[in-house]
């Protein structure tokens, strides 16, 4: 194997550790908010972020609104 093939791997593996890192302290200072305000589960944006029973936060996109299956009452 050669120099440059061995770098490019050592360094595609230095930044998935970095990046794995970085999402499990995202993931941490998530669960600490979300614990902290006495919540399991909340809503931002578009998202869902909830804690699940192993701990792990998760995150998942909601359908988009549909304005027309909305009941606004009429005043």
Do not use: A, C, W
């Given at each position: 194997?050669?120099?440059?093939?061995?770098?490019?791997?050592?360094?595609?593996?230095?930044?998935?550790?970095?990046?794995?890192?970085?999402?499990?302290?995202?993931?941490?200072?998530?669960?600490?908010?979300?614990?902290?305000?006495?919540?399991?589960?909340?809503?931002?944006?578009?998202?869902?972020?909830?804690?699940?029973?192993?701990?792990l936060v998760e995150i998942t996109?909601?359908?988009?609104?549909?304005l027309q299956q909305l009941e606004?009452?009429?005043?």
């Amino acid at each position: 194997m050669n120099k440059k093939k061995l770098y490019h791997i050592i360094k595609s593996f230095l930044f998935r550790k970095k990046m794995s890192e970085s999402l499990d302290q995202l993931q941490d200072e998530i669960r600490n908010s979300l614990l902290t305000d006495g919540k399991n589960e909340t809503v931002i944006g578009d998202f869902k972020v909830s804690i699940r029973e192993d701990d792990l936060v998760e995150i998942t996109k909601l359908p988009p609104l549909n304005l027309q299956q909305l009941e606004l009452p009429l005043k």
